[in-house]
């Protein structure tokens, strides 16, 4: 029996399969609706990779301030980190709000990942050290869920990044996805497991290379671990493993009241997180001032 008439049909199921995927898996957009109200802000757009432009928010401070990249989450945007606008700019950073690829009012991209988060942290990275107002020797990055997944993937292969604030990372990918597969009622075996294989093939890259528990062995600025007790999409559990994992001391864990997307009711931290960044822009100011010392 001949059966090459199948084929076709198998095709376009595999198609079918791999285009559901990316279809449930693809980020909800939304624009932003309100503005930086009482800051200096203004609306910027830079360059990324694919051609793609980032649409961002630029609030300066004073004359060469340090400047920090402020990245979402996963369906999030620019608005949505305001809560730490007006205090960090009163400390005396000037910050860069940016939608990544595929989210807020940036470019549309083929899809959107982790790691392509890394990528438009970095492009905000470049164009931040270039603009006259910003101390391009010190530069952070301060991520939400995704977006701080992402922070500690360029702070890991990034010496530029001078500290990071992570706000709700999860440890690592493939439990993420099993979490969120599992409250889909798909069973691991065989679709889930698939849907995990298919991921790591579409984003080129192996979970394992991309987890927070894995990168931050490789960061060497100082890191800011923030998450909520009553997180109930990235268990407190996971903040641990990742502080567990550091490889220096300047990795500080803060557990504090509050769920996931109110980063663990930031307002009421936003004094410890102040005090973490001036530690660490001091810290490398120490560093430098001791190894121009050792050239004299």
């Known amino acids: 029996m001949n059966w ?8 376009g199921g595999y198609a079918g399969l791999n285009f559901g995927i990316r279809r449930g898996l693809r980020a909800e957009r939304i624009p932003e609706t309100i503005e930086p109200a009482g800051l200096p802000w203004r609306v910027v757009s830079l360059p990324s990779v694919n051609g793609k432009n980032l649409f961002g928010w630029l609030i300066p401070a004073e004359a060469r301030a340090p400047a920090l990249v402020v990245m979402h989450g996963w369906g999030g945007n620019a608005e949505m980190m305001l809560p730490l606008a007006a205090p960090l700019h009163a400390a005396g950073y000037t910050l860069l709000l940016l939608d990544a690829r595929c989210h807020g009012r940036s470019d549309n991209d083929s899809f959107a990942s982790l790691p392509r988060f890394a990528e438009d942290i970095e492009a905000a990275l470049r164009w931040l050290a270039l603009q006259p107002e910003v101390d391009a020797l010190k530069l952070g990055v301060v991520g939400h869920s995704v977006g701080a997944g992402a922070a500690l993937l360029v702070a890991s292969r990034q010496t530029s990044v001078r500290a990071v604030v992570s706000l709700a990372a999860f440890a690592h990918p493939a439990v993420m996805m099993r979490r969120w597969l599992a409250a889909k009622h798909i069973p691991h075996w065989p679709l889930g497991a698939y849907i995990l294989s298919y991921v790591q093939r579409v984003i080129g890259y192996r979970f394992d290379d991309i987890a927070p528990c894995r990168t931050i ?17 990235v268990p407190v559990s996971e903040a641990r493993l990742i502080h567990a994992a550091r490889s220096h001391e300047a990795v500080e864990l803060l557990l504090v009241p509050g769920s996931h997307d109110d980063y663990g009711d930031i307002g009421r931290q936003i004094g410890s997180v102040q005090a973490f960044l001036e530690r660490a822009f001091a810290r490398r100011a120490d560093s430098a001032r001791a190894g121009a010392g050792l050239l004299n």
Do not use: I, M, N, Y
Request: proline share 8%.
């Open 217 to 233: 062995a490789r960061v060497s600025c100082p890191v800011l671990l923030v998450h909520g007790l009553e997180d109930d999409t």
């Open 4 to 11: 090459l008439w199948l084929l076709p049909l198998l095709a």
